[in-house]
């Protein structure tokens, strides 16, 4: 399994496919790094969860899906930094 980052700046505040685009992120094993970035654990290539997120894209938004591996470093919630331990 990979621990793929998601990273987005989401333009629109009220576009209709935003609830959908965060459940599809929430439908992963997932931790919240910030606002708008998530890692989560997945079988799949950066580019399938690319493919899942952008049909709930608007045209103006930007999403990045790369590639986490250890080492890494940082300062967030314990639960986050137990999270990342654990899976990276």
């Known amino acids: ?3 793929l980052l998601v990273t987005y700046d989401l333009r ?3 576009y209709p496919g935003y609830p959908d685009f ?3 992120i929430k439908s992963y094993d997932w931790t919240e790094l910030s606002k708008c ?6 079988d799949e290539s950066p580019g399938t969860v ?7 894209q608007h045209e103006k938004d930007h999403i990045y899906i790369v590639a986490l591996a250890a080492p890494w470093t940082g300062y967030g919630t314990k639960s986050t930094n137990e999270w990342l331990r654990e899976r990276l």
């Open 37 to 42: 970035s998530y890692a989560i654990v997945t």
């Open 50 to 56: 690319y493919g899942k997120l952008r049909r709930f």
């Open 1 to 3: 399994m990979a621990v």
């Open 12 to 14: 629109q505040a009220d």
């Open 22 to 24: 965060h459940g599809t």
